[in-house]
């Protein structure tokens, strides 16, 4: 059964023009922080290319990367880890929705 949809939740989908996905999550974060590609990958650890290859979609984040994303974001690790989880679910075309709760 599907779940209404928040208005953050609608208002981010809106802003970065689809359904919420770890890249999306943190293109938004990153034009949030009015921060370029370049600093924001070099703030994560990562090239420039591979931020944009995770904001566009065309590469997944493992969840313990995504734990590290979310501990030097400081966002919720969970809901990272579940982004991430949701992404490579979707990739494999199965039509399930990830839950995370912490341990």
Known sequence: MPTKKSNA????????????????????????EELTQAAFADKLGLSRSHLNDIEKGRKAVSPERAVRFAEILGYSEARFVQLALQDLINRGGLKFQVDVKAA
Do not use: D, K
């Open 9 to 32: 939740r609608r208002f981010l989908e809106n802003l970065t023009g689809g359904p919420v996905t770890l890249g999306r999550f943190l293109e938004a974060v990153r034009l949030g």
